[in-house]
């Protein structure tokens, strides 16, 4: 196998983002797509034009998922939003943990198949194990998968039933797998982070299933093996790193976001580009995300 590379980081927008998060590319759209929670904001970059948009929503949100054309899902803090987000028009909205009013919902991916994966977590950030991880499913379907999280972030999915997940404040990757019920059938630790890592936060895969890591606390992306053995690292001029995916013409393009949440005055004099998005070329192609499948019966009552 050949040696993986990766380019010096390039700034592709000087944001100040105290927690961007959410990295999404919609090949369509020529675009990278993140977020800012605590701001309440969502951003695009078109890759091709340079074209920056910046959207504004009335919650924190934590990432987006695309659907099509404009219509995308926003996991939105108690709350799923399918939405146009050119128009503003709220399709659909699906109330998340309304039991539990301190908690938000966090990162959130789609599997193989289509179905959307997102994690929850106490947004004062205690530690208390609140978190849950729930699948949606073309049919709009919610199912908890898991709880007792901390701080859920991830998932990457290997294929449908076998996928990584993160609690962040326990420093742990856990790697998971399901049957077709959703039921949890194998759950180990793949990896834990040391103090002087940071914690692991958003992650990816390339084509060869490594998985691609930011560390919040670490200014840094590390590649792990399948057998979590280190591969890579990328550095980074930010100390908070918090996501990243694949994307661009060749998807080979990482596109990586960063935080400000946190940081003193002496961290934000030395990591001056805290907060910004970043891209790295890389010699190795990423698994592109899906969209999120409806149903044949839910685009036709709702799309």
């Given amino acids: 196998m050949n040696k993986l590379k990766t380019t010096e980081a390039k700034v592709l927008w000087k944001l100040r983002c105290k927690l961007g998060e959410g990295t999404l590319w919609v090949k369509e759209h020529n675009s990278i ?7 309440k904001s969502f951003f695009s970059l078109n890759t091709k034009n340079n074209k ?3 959207y504004r929503v009335n919650k924190e949100i934590g990432f987006l998922a695309h659907i099509k054309g404009d219509i995308f899902i926003l996991g939105l803090q108690g709350e799923l939003r399918i939405q146009n987000i050119k128009t503003k028009k709220i399709i659909k909205s ?6 539990i009013k301190l908690n938000r919902v966090n990162d959130g991916k789609t599997d193989p198949k289509g179905n959307l994966w997102f994690g929850t977590m106490d947004n004062l950030e205690r530690k208390i194990e609140k978190g849950s991880l729930y699948k949606l499913d073309k049919n709009l379907l919610l ?3 898991d709880r007792n999280y901390r701080i859920t972030n991830g998932p ?8 990584y997940h993160t609690d962040s404040s326990k420093k742990i990757i856990y790697k998971i797998r399901i049957n077709k019920k959703n039921k949890i059938i194998n759950k180990k630790i793949f990896k834990k982070f040391s103090s002087k890592e940071g914690s692991p936060d958003g992650m990816t895969l390339d084509k060869n299933k490594n998985l691609w890591v930011a560390h919040f606390h670490g200014a840094c992306v590390s590649v792990f093996n399948d057998r979590a053995k280190l591969i890579h690292r990328i550095q980074l001029p930010a100390k908070n790193i918090t996501n990243c995916t694949f994307g661009g013409q060749k998807n080979n393009e990482l596109f990586i976001t960063s935080a400000t949440k946190g940081m003193s005055n002496a961290d934000l004099q030395k990591y001056t580009y805290s907060g910004f998005l970043f891209s790295v070329k890389t010699n190795m192609r990423g698994k592109l995300q899906k969209k999120f499948i409806l149903s044949n019966e839910k685009k036709r009552s709702l799309l």
């Fill in 156 to 163: 990457a999915f290997i294929d449908e039933l076998n996928f």
């Fill in 52 to 54: 920056k948009k910046k």
């Fill in 33 to 39: 797509y993140f977020v800012d929670i605590k701001k």
């Fill in 94 to 99: 699906i109330l998340i943990e309304k039991d």
């Fill in 143 to 145: 199912t908890r998968v």
